[in-house]
């Protein structure tokens, strides 16, 4: 089944969506992160969406537009748990070591795919596809970025030894927890994860 696409990538307009748009993101989202972004085909992204090719393109223009919102939507659904840490009241290690325990657990959830999606959906995208890497490596920027931003704080209260690489160290526990969840997508069970994060804190700067 190929329906005929609309070039423009632009939704139509004045037209009453007849689903529930979160709901359809949200199998989108369950799928690309279980099968990537080419391994996803249209009629597997329709059956699961439960809408009509034609209610597809009115509501998100184009499979790649359809994915750059699930990106979205991934971060404040599945993955909300990384900011919700980071914005916690507590010391900095302890932050990280939550993050990290936290990460074992959500890596190997029963009830979802393995992994991360943004760190799984890497090793999924074919090099051809600039777009959609750009758009993942804006993903892990910002990420990182997070955390950087969150050492920060720790260094100006007393948390980090002065002279502490923020940048270096917040690139560590991003590529920690990116290799969590590969490791996750392979097979590894929490209890594999919980010993990884256990030895990555064992590189917490020293006082």
Same mark, same amino acid.
Not at 6 to 30: I, N, T, V, W, Y
Not at 41 to 47: V, Y
Not at 181 to 204: H, K, P
């Given at each position: 089944?190929?329906?005929?696409?609309?070039?423009?990538?632009?939704?139509?307009?004045?037209?009453?969506?007849?689903?529930?748009?979160?709901?359809?993101?949200?199998?989108?989202?369950?799928?690309?992160?279980?099968?990537?972004?080419?391994?996803?085909?249209?009629?597997?992204?329709?059956?699961?969406?439960?809408?009509?090719?034609?209610?597809?393109?009115?509501?998100?223009?184009?499979?790649?537009?359809?994915?750059?919102?699930?990106?979205?939507?991934?971060?404040?659904?599945?993955?909300?748990?990384?900011?919700?840490?980071?914005?916690?009241?507590?010391?900095?290690?302890?932050?990280?070591?939550?993050?990290?325990?936290?990460?074992?657990?959500?890596?190997?959830?029963?009830?979802?795919?393995?992994?991360?999606?943004?760190?799984?959906?890497?090793?999924?995208?074919?090099?051809? $596809?600039? #777009?959609?890497?750009?758009?993942?490596? !804006?993903?892990?920027?910002? &990420?990182?970025?997070? +955390?950087? =931003?969150?050492?920060?704080?720790?260094?100006?209260?007393?948390?980090?030894?002065?002279?502490?690489?923020?940048?270096?160290?917040?690139?560590?526990?991003?590529?920690?927890?990116?290799?969590?969840?590969? $490791?996750? #997508?392979?097979?590894?069970?929490?209890? !594999?994860?919980?010993?990884? &994060?256990?030895?990555? +804190?064992? =590189?917490?700067?020293?006082?």
């Amino acid at each position: 089944m190929t329906p005929k696409k609309d070039p423009s990538g632009r939704r139509g307009r004045g037209r009453p969506q007849s689903f529930d748009r979160k709901e359809a993101l949200c199998a989108a989202m369950r799928l690309f992160w279980d099968r990537g972004y080419e391994g996803t085909s249209f009629d597997d992204l329709i059956s699961v969406m439960k809408i009509s090719a034609s209610s597809f393109y009115n509501a998100f223009g184009s499979k790649e537009a359809l994915y750059h919102e699930v990106i979205d939507t991934y971060m404040s659904v599945a993955g909300g748990w990384f900011l919700d840490i980071l914005g916690k009241d507590a010391d900095t290690r302890t932050v990280f070591q939550d993050l990290t325990t936290a990460a074992a657990v959500e890596f190997t959830r029963p009830d979802q795919p393995a992994g991360c999606m943004i760190s799984v959906a890497a090793t999924q995208c074919s090099p051809n $596809q600039h #777009r959609l890497r750009d758009l993942l490596a !804006r993903q892990r920027t910002q &990420a990182e970025g997070a +955390m950087a =931003a969150r050492l920060q704080q720790g260094l100006e209260v007393g948390d980090l030894p002065t002279g502490t690489d923020i940048e270096a160290l917040a690139a560590f526990y991003g590529s920690l927890l990116r290799g969590m969840a590969v $490791q996750a #997508r392979d097979g590894a069970s929490q209890e !594999r994860l919980m010993e990884i &994060a256990r030895f990555g +804190m064992n =590189a917490w700067p020293k006082a």
